[in-house]
């Protein structure tokens, strides 16, 4: 079904020269991904920094973003907080949006009855769909698989989930327990063929700030069930899941490199993050020119 598209960016958020929200320039990304073959966006999630944005800096990110695109928008309007999050979540029904991502409650390190009822809660303070973010990587808690399915099957704006738990054995067993419906997207990149295996519907992916045409083609080849072509098209993504994040240089840091190096809108990273290492905007380039030259 993929309600969203296939083939999603989870948007870097432009900062100008003084730190500030550049939106002119999220405007104009917005318009440029799409141009590069992005059926849909996810705006303000871990990739735009969501967590070094105030929530009126994220409502002026989508309303100007809902303002230059028709594509589906999904906000991130997650945090470790559940009354904030649900706050935050309502807001992005005024703005216009198609959706939500909701991630997992960070740092806090809930139970799992405190992960359900914190779903539960956003959820509730919403009309939009609402996709779950499972990535214990980055929040110390794997949602559990008997919590998605009671989510999927008993909350009815709970339609999917950005799986980026590296477990595609798990997902398999998730969608196969999961409602009619229930929608799977690749939460990484390098895991995305493996995941169309078992049932995904898509990516919402990083690389794709200048990948999202391959991806498309790799994801249509495995629907077509050309499945040497999709490994050939896989094959040559490799060099771009390797770029787009490491211990010196952590995602967002070389989305925004490689969208300066093709003079896109994206400016530095805010701190903690903070500025990319020297040399990176030539790699950038490297890797732009080895996949599309």
């Not at 009671?150 to 998730?174: F, H, Q, T, Y």
């Not at 790799?218 to 072509?229: P, T």
């Not at 925004?256 to 990176?280: S, T, V």
Request: proline residues 6%; aromatic residues 6%; glycine residues 10%.
């Amino acid at each position: 079904m993929a309600r969203f598209g296939r083939v999603l960016t989870a948007m870097v958020t432009p900062f100008g020269a003084d730190g500030r929200v550049d939106l002119d320039g999220a405007a104009a990304l917005a318009r440029w991904l799409v141009e590069q073959g992005n059926d849909g966006l996810v705006v303000t999630g871990t990739t735009g920094e969501a967590s070094v944005l105030t929530d009126d800096e994220q409502v002026e990110v989508w309303r100007a973003v809902r303002a230059a695109v028709d594509v589906p928008l999904v906000a991130g309007s997650g945090t470790n907080d559940t009354r904030h999050a649900a706050e935050l979540t309502a807001r992005a029904d005024a703005a216009g949006l198609d959706g939500v991502l909701v991630v997992t409650p960070y740092y806090n390190r809930p139970s799992q009855a405190g992960i359900e009822a914190h779903f539960r809660r956003v959820a509730a303070a919403t009309r939009l769909p609402v996709l779950l973010y499972d990535i214990p990587v980055r929040t110390g808690r794997k949602i559990s698989h008997d919590v998605l399915v009671r989510l999927a099957r008993e909350v009815p704006n709970i339609v999917g989930v950005k799986d980026a738990a590296g477990d595609p054995a798990a997902s398999a067993r998730l969608l196969a327990e999961a409602p009619d419906g229930f929608e799977l997207y690749s939460g990484d990149d390098s895991l995305t063929l493996p995941l169309l295996a078992v049932g995904a519907v898509g990516v919402i992916g990083v690389c794709t700030h200048w990948a999202a045409a391959p991806m498309g083609e790799m994801i249509a080849a495995f629907e077509r069930g050309e499945l040497a072509e999709a490994r050939r098209i896989n094959a040559r993504l490799l060099e771009s899941y390797d770029f787009e994040t490491g211990d010196a240089a952590p995602n967002p840091i070389p989305a925004k490199a490689m969208l300066r190096a093709l003079g896109q809108p994206a400016g530095q990273c805010r701190l903690p993050m903070g500025d990319a290492p020297a040399g990176l905007e030539d790699r950038a380039l490297e890797v732009w020119k080895n996949l599309h030259g």
